[in-house]
């Protein structure tokens, strides 16, 4: 049987270069741009996770919150929860929700993005 290796977050946009931007200036992507391809998007990389943005074709976008009434948009796991709310704080990120136990026994912070996302750092704790 075939094994999963990773996945990718998808995120429509209404201005894949202005969304681009942002996550290369205050998140610390590295975007490649594929804009002139059949279906236009950019990669963005940071370390071994990756987003891909596409063209929304003018709509809005929905955050998972607002369509639904609560969840995230995206939740990348990691160890330095801590260290990555400083530098995106240093970079004038705007934090929904700041580093914290939940519920649920994750420690996270949640950011939310240029397009309204809310996007979760975290992970499990014993």
Same mark, same amino acid.
């Given at each position: 049987m075939g094994k999963l290796f990773s996945s990718h977050c998808v995120f429509?946009?209404?201005d894949i270069e202005k969304t681009a931007q942002y996550y290369k200036d205050k998140l610390g992507f590295r975007? &490649?741009?594929y804009?002139?391809?059949a279906e236009p998007h950019v990669c963005l990389?940071? !370390?071994s996770t990756e987003i891909i943005l596409t063209d929304s074709n003018g709509q809005e976008v929905k955050p998972n919150r607002v369509l639904y009434g609560y969840g995230y948009?995206?939740?990348f796991i990691t !160890? &330095?929860?801590e260290e990555l709310q400083i530098e995106f704080i240093e970079k004038g990120v705007k934090i929904a929700r700041p580093l914290a136990k939940t519920d649920y026994h994750n420690q996270e912070f949640v950011i939310e993005d240029i397009d309204g996302r809310w996007i979760g750092f975290?992970?499990?704790e014993e």
């Open positions: 429509p946009t209404p975007p &490649v741009e804009l002139n391809a990389y940071r !370390d948009d995206a939740y !160890d &330095v929860q975290g992970c499990k």
